[in-house]
């Protein structure tokens, strides 16, 4: 994007270098963002990997949800509670994972049209000069032409 803007007339080019600048950081912020969800939802996943093994151990013990009987009635609605934070939080790493993977489909998919796009404008420039040059031959040749 930074080598059409070049192309653009210099009052415009300054207001497009910005939207791009702006554009760059915001990519920027949105990578930075996905690293630190996906570095929360790891850690999410271990701890969880924890207190399953905790719970299958105390299920040995328990008789209601792998919680111990020996826990009052607080105890026990306090471990269903954090069972159902958990389960959301699963819910919740599928979610991130899933936005990570459109996000990254996303920007490759960008990359990939403006690319084409780039191609398309150089065969376009191209073009226009090729036209130009034939223009001024066909000039050239009508002068000739008429001078005979």
Known sequence: MEIE???VIPAERINIRGKIVEQKKRM???D???T???????????EDLLRAGKQRAAAALSTENGIPD??????KKERGKMAAVTDKQKGNTDIVRNIERIATSSAATIKDAE???YKQRETISNIHDTTREMDAEVSDARRVANQM
């Open 36 to 46: 630190q969800l996906r570095t929360k939802a790891t850690k999410a996943e271990r």
């Open 32 to 34: 930075t963002d996905i």
């Open 5 to 7: 803007a070049n192309d």
């Open 70 to 75: 020996d826990l009052d009635d607080e105890s």
């Open 115 to 117: 690319t084409n796009l």
């Open 28 to 30: 920027g912020k949105y």
